[in-house]
């Protein structure tokens, strides 16, 4: 039986020789002993010794050592060096999510819940009522123009409270917070979010793995009716990711969490900050999503565990959600300036894209060519890496269809009045020819928003949730068009061609990793 890394008993300690954080080109240590893991809905395990999954969507094929540890791993936590380094790879790699034992979720864990706010006392208070008086708290009210009103809730909860005299934003007021923290762990709370009794003590349970700096709850709306405005945001909030499990990484499904609720190892943010503030404060939006990004260069592993939920309090009028949509899309052009490379708003495999093209260019016979070339090749590469070709049309076929639904999305955030002039101008060419250019158009703009309304959004009806989703993109895009002229780069708006089909990396031990790009 392996032992467990240093700290990984009690959440909020490192488990890293200083508290400095992981090392660059280290060996990455196992998972815990304790920890369980669950093959994520979608991981498939094909032919007895592959499992296909994750994000991006690769096959690791495992040698027989692999399929003893995994055998371990579905009976039980991990006991054995092999399958802590498997249950590692497998939860890198998004084919599995960890389950950190029963000690670490029964734990209290050490920590500071700091809660930036700018008036609204009301929320405020119903924030400071919900934490409740389990673990410490620290208000910074960040420059309100009554801050009486906010002494007098803080001191009406039992927190400790820190006046700006100027208004920062949120990421200048989190760090004026974290100067006076010094527990292993900080709860970082927005003044307009509700948190549920016991979120800090599951979410710090996964803080049990050394590796892990950053755990996110499931940002949610408020339950219960309102305005169309409200009933939109409640079906695809902008601060919602969905309700699947997922580890952090940039160009991924889940590629960053927001700070309106998370929870941070100390010594972790110290390390990204190095000599600097933990949030740059030149980002007035999206200072959180290069904090998370600055963790993940730096090593670190972020979770996203949507099984615990935050309820968000949020504009309810469609100006109020439009405009904070088009404030989101600003942060676009500055943070691909701080990441470049992270930042894409669509990849392109070629015969997809050529199949998607064609069909909207109305050619059947080309559009047909391309799926087929799609799986042909597909095939061949699979077949190459001598993996079960089983599932190859089926995973064409699926590329297709993203690939369409992603261009949707992307003409209808950075190219609205190209497709507006293309609906309505007469054109040329026969009147059926017309009428197949504006079906196409139809289908850009309104395949995204119907197939997400059709897995789930149901609170509105079709034609208003669509109508919300291309007004939502249209803000968004426009944010993302005025930050890059301000930054004066394209690189948020500049689509990616991914040329290669199958990367294959080989890697010791127990799994020869090949991954579906």
């Given at each position: 039986m392996t032992a467990a890394p240093r700290g990984a008993?009690?959440?909020?300690?490192?488990?890293?020789?200083?508290?400095?954080?992981p090392r660059a080109g280290a060996t990455v240590p196992p998972l815990p002993a304790g920890f369980g893991i669950e093959l994520d809905p979608a991981t498939?395990?094909?032919?007895?010794?592959?499992?296909?999954?994750?994000?991006?969507?690769?096959?690791?094929?495992?040698?027989?050592?692999?399929?003893?540890?995994?055998?371990?791993?579905?009976?039980?936590?991990?006991?054995?060096?092999p399958a802590g380094v498997l249950a590692r790879r497998l939860t890198d790699a998004g084919l599995a999510h960890p389950r950190p034992p029963a000690a670490a979720v029964a734990a209290i864990p050490d920590v500071t819940v700091l809660v930036p706010v700018r008036d609204r006392p009301a929320a405020l208070n119903q924030c400071l009522a919900a934490v409740g008086g389990r673990f410490p708290v620290l208000v910074v009210d960040d420059g309100s123009a009554a801050p009486e009103a906010t002494a007098r809730?803080?001191?009406?909860?039992?927190?400790?409270?820190?006046?700006?005299?100027?208004?920062?934003?949120?990421g200048a007021a989190r760090n004026t917070g974290l100067a006076g923290i010094g527990t292993d762990i900080v709860a970082f709370l927005d003044s307009d979010c509700a948190p549920p009794p016991g979120w800090i003590e599951?979410?710090?349970?996964?803080l049990a793995d050394p590796l892990v700096a950053a755990v996110a709850p499931r940002i949610v709306a408020p339950a219960g009716p309102g305005s169309a405005a409200a009933r939109y945001a409640a079906a695809r909030g902008s601060l919602d990711l969905g309700g699947a499990e997922a580890r952090v990484v940039p160009m991924t499904r889940v590629s960053y969490v927001p700070t309106a609720a998370l929870l941070v190892r100390r010594s972790a943010l110290l390390s990204a900050a190095g000599a600097g503030p933990?949030?740059?404060?030149?980002?007035?939006?999206?200072?959180?999503?290069?904090?998370?990004?600055?963790?993940h260069e730096a090593g670190w592993r972020i979770r996203y565990a949507p099984d615990v939920e935050v309820p968000h309090d949020g504009p309810c009028t469609w100006p109020g959600l439009l405009s904070r949509r088009f404030r989101y899309g600003t942060s676009a052009a500055p943070l691909a300036r701080r990441h470049p490379g992270q930042i894409a708003p669509l990849v392109l495999h070629p015969w997809p894209a050529a199949a998607v093209a064609a069909a909207l260019a109305g050619r059947p016979a080309l559009a047909a060519a391309a799926v087929a070339g799609s799986w042909l090749t597909l095939g061949r590469s699979v077949r190459r890496a001598g993996l079960p070709a089983?599932?190859?049309?089926?995973?064409a076929a699926t590329a297709v269809r993203q690939t369409w639904l992603g261009a949707g999305r992307y003409a209808t955030q950075f190219a609205a009045p190209a497709l507006a002039l293309a609906l309505v101008?007469?054109?040329?060419?026969?009147?059926?020819?017309?009428?197949?250019?504006?079906?196409?158009?139809?289908?850009?703009l309104l395949g995204p928003p119907i197939d997400t309304w059709r897995r789930g959004s149901r609170d509105l009806g079709p034609a208003p949730f669509a109508a919300g989703c291309i007004a939502d993109d249209i803000a968004y895009g426009s944010g993302v068009w005025a930050g890059c002229a301000r930054a004066r780069t394209l690189a948020p708006v500049t689509p990616k061609v991914s040329w290669r089909p199958l990367r294959v990396t080989r890697e010791r031990n127990t799994a020869d990793e090949q991954h579906v790009v």
């Open positions: 008993g009690r959440p909020g300690s490192t488990g890293v020789p200083g508290g400095t954080g498939k395990q094909l032919g007895g010794d592959v499992l296909f999954g994750g994000t991006p969507a690769r096959a690791m094929r495992l040698s027989a050592a692999g399929l003893v540890a995994l055998a371990e791993l579905r009976a039980g936590p991990v006991c054995s060096a809730i803080a001191a009406r909860r039992g927190a400790v409270l820190i006046r700006r005299a100027e208004s920062g934003g949120p599951r979410l710090a349970a996964h933990v949030f740059d404060p030149a980002l007035r939006y999206g200072e959180d999503v290069d904090l998370i990004w600055r963790l089983e599932g190859v049309a089926a995973g101008a007469p054109g040329g060419g026969s009147r059926a020819r017309r009428w197949a250019r504006r079906a196409a158009v139809a289908s850009l």
